[in-house]
């Protein structure tokens, strides 16, 4: 439970500390001016409890994942699987339902931050859950 709240825990904190400068001061006029943001004054409720979720769910999925191998190698690889499916829905589905244009800049920018942002989750998850986890399977 201990590595479950804290990787909970990281994913939350370095998520907003990459998403909110990125979205909210580096690029906010960029993505309102191509239509990826529809909203004046964003929920950040809403935001912080899609981060929230993420992050447990990428938390209790880990140790199914993780066998061997250098644990802040395999906490990137698995972050970015994850990575891709909120991906297709952040990038993807998002472009397919907005007035996104041009939709090519929105996809650059918006990979761009989601790769920086799972494989940074992903070294701290490895880091997390470490070799220890290995040595635990080792001894069932």
């Known amino acids: 439970m201990k590595k479950f709240s804290l990787a ?5 904190i370095l998520t907003m ?23 004046p004054k964003p929920i950040m409720p ?9 992050g447990m769910v990428i938390a209790y999925l880990y140790p199914f994942y993780y066998r061997v191998g250098h644990p802040v190698f395999q906490g990137i690889k698995f972050s970015l699987i994850i990575g891709l499916m909120v991906y297709t829905v952040m ?8 007035m996104i244009a041009p939709i090519s800049t929105f996809l650059i920018y918006h990979t761009v931050f989601q790769l920086v942002q ?19 399977l080792e001894e069932l």
Do not use: N
Not at 8 to 12: A, Q, R
Not at 46 to 54: D, H, R
Not at 119 to 124: D, E, R
């Open 8 to 12: 909970t825990l990281s994913f939350f």
């Open 17 to 39: 500390l990459w998403a909110y400068p990125w979205h909210m001061i580096w690029f906010h006029d960029l993505y309102a001016k191509i239509g990826a943001f529809t909203r």
């Open 91 to 98: 990038g993807f589905a998002m472009a397919a339902k907005m």
């Open 46 to 54: 809403l935001g912080i409890m899609a981060v929230l979720i993420q």
């Open 118 to 136: 799972f494989v940074v989750t992903g070294a701290a998850l490895g880091l997390i859950y470490g070799r220890k986890m290995e040595v635990d």
